[in-house]
């Protein structure tokens, strides 16, 4: 059962909102900790080991999840302005940038510029 719950896991961070919360209501789920290294530059966060869950979810639920979704038109993993809708869609990227478009850390910096590069963050702010 745990072997299934962290495939059916990565099938729900991987999907939208609305999918997302019928397959966390299947397992029952009261919690999920996100690890967002965005401020920091931390680049072993979940969002960046965000491709291994859209694999495996992939394996098990082809018709659902497809990896090739989660690339821009030219091929590349984004989580700026540029990145793919169904990244922007994910339940992952939404639980990592959730009102990241609000947080300033100085007065020179803009609001939700990510590590490195100050690249901004593909929505900024959702509810």
Same mark, same amino acid.
Not at 38 to 44: T, V
């Given at each position: 059962?745990? #072997? #299934? !719950? ?36 931390? !680049? ?18 082809? #018709? ?20 793919? #809708? ?26 939700? !510029? ?6 901004? !963050? ?6």
């Amino acid at each position: 059962m745990e #072997q #299934q !719950s962290h495939r059916v896991g990565g099938q729900s961070m991987a999907s939208n909102e609305e999918n997302a919360y019928k397959i966390m209501q299947d397992l029952d789920v009261d919690y999920i900790l996100v690890i967002f290294g965005g401020m920091i530059g931390y !680049s072993g966060d979940d969002i960046n080991k965000f491709l291994w869950m859209v694999r495996i979810a992939e394996g098990e639920h082809p #018709q659902d999840i497809q990896e090739g979704r989660y690339f821009t038109a030219e091929g590349e993993y984004r989580v700026d302005g540029r990145a793919s #809708q169904t990244m922007l869609d994910s339940l992952m990227y939404k639980m990592c940038y959730y009102r990241y478009g609000e947080v300033t850390v100085d007065t020179v910096s803009p609001p939700a !510029s990510t590590e490195p590069g100050n690249l901004l !963050s593909g929505t900024g702010t959702f509810n």
